[in-house]
Nanobody
């Protein structure tokens, strides 16, 4: 059974920092993509950052320069370091893992961790 378990959310003041981590278990294949998405109240889930198994990264414009995504392939773990947090960064942050085997694509989500940035 595949599980993605996130940790590290919490409450922080604007300008502060938080680090999130997510470990995937039950996946026997190399995970091609891992990433973080967030969903603010009343809004759709949006991409924050992704990273490939080779270390290539992609960021939402709102995250560039403030967030850093990294991963440890041996541990199937992805991290998100966030600095200079803003109230608009508030939301539930979801970990995502996706891998491809042959013609099949498999996509998994964590349960989410709350990040609240107070002004």
């Amino acid at each position: 059974q595949v599980q993605l378990v996130e940790s590290g959310g919490g409450l922080v003041q604007a300008g502060g920092s938080l680090s999130l981590s997510c470990t995937a278990s039950g996946i026997r294949s190399s995970i091609n993509f891992m990433g973080w998405y967030r969903q603010a109240p009343g809004k759709q889930r949006e991409l924050v950052a992704t990273i490939t198994s080779g270390g290539s990264t992609s960021y939402a414009d709102s995250a560039k320069g403030r967030f850093t995504i990294s991963r440890d392939n041996a541990k199937n773990t992805v991290y998100l370091q966030m600095i200079s947090l803003k109230p608009e960064d508030t939301g539930v942050y979801y970990c995502n893992a996706r891998y491809i085997i042959g013609l099949g694509s498999y996509n998994y989500w964590g349960q989410g961790t709350q990040v609240t940035v107070s002004s």
